[in-house]
């Protein structure tokens, strides 16, 4: 692979990750909601889902999705369900009567999002939208050396593809960071919780009526 498909797939890699979508709002969330440590947990459940979707198609199995109109379904339908349930969970907590009285400012931390439920929210996400797997499996062959050395430079394709997300997330949860003061006030907590919940839902439906 020459130097010029290399930095070519990183630019691509790059424009990908940086473009807003599912993934960023994800990680803005809970950033501002849970802090750091959750901001941290969901990039790396996000990035552990890219691994696994980008090592599937190392191997051949998310041609799968391509090749099947079934299966790529199944996981869609999947993943819509799956947003759909989380935005419309957390616009039901959101609504004032669902709301447990506190001071108007809140504590630093949030009882209800642990490392652990950011990382899995992160990842589950990831591994249920199909089209990940199917910008793997289209994209990494455009830039693969023909004949066995594909096997060797799949891997760092798509270790260069995660590195690009690591440190754009990283920035993501720094900039979150230093505006979550305003966000802990409550009322801005809960319209941010609001307006979150109802991309959620506005994704999920977009992804489920989505051939």
Known sequence: MSTATFTAFALVALIGVVTPGLDTMLILRHSLLGGR??????????????LIWGTASIAGLTAL???SQLAYDIVRIAG?????????????????????????E??????????????RSGMTTNLLNPKVGVFYISLLPQF???????????????ATHISIGLLWSTAL???????????????????LDRITATVLVGLGLKMAVQG
Do not use: M
């Open 80 to 104: 819509a369900a799956y947003l759909l349930w989380l935005g419309g969970s957390a616009l039901w907590k959101s609504l004032p009567r669902n709301q447990v009285e506190q001071p108007e």
């Open 65 to 67: 999705l391509t090749a």
């Open 37 to 50: 440590r959750a901001g941290v947990a969901t990039f790396l459940g996000i990035n552990l889902g890219c």
């Open 106 to 119: 809140l504590p630093t931390t949030s009882a209800g999002l642990t490392s652990w439920a950011a990382l």
């Open 173 to 191: 949860v720094w900039v979150a960071g230093r505006a979550r003061a305003l966000f802990q006030r409550r009322r801005v907590r809960a319209w």
């Open 144 to 158: 693969l050396p023909a004949g066995p050395a594909a096997f060797a430079w799949g891997p760092l394709l798509v």
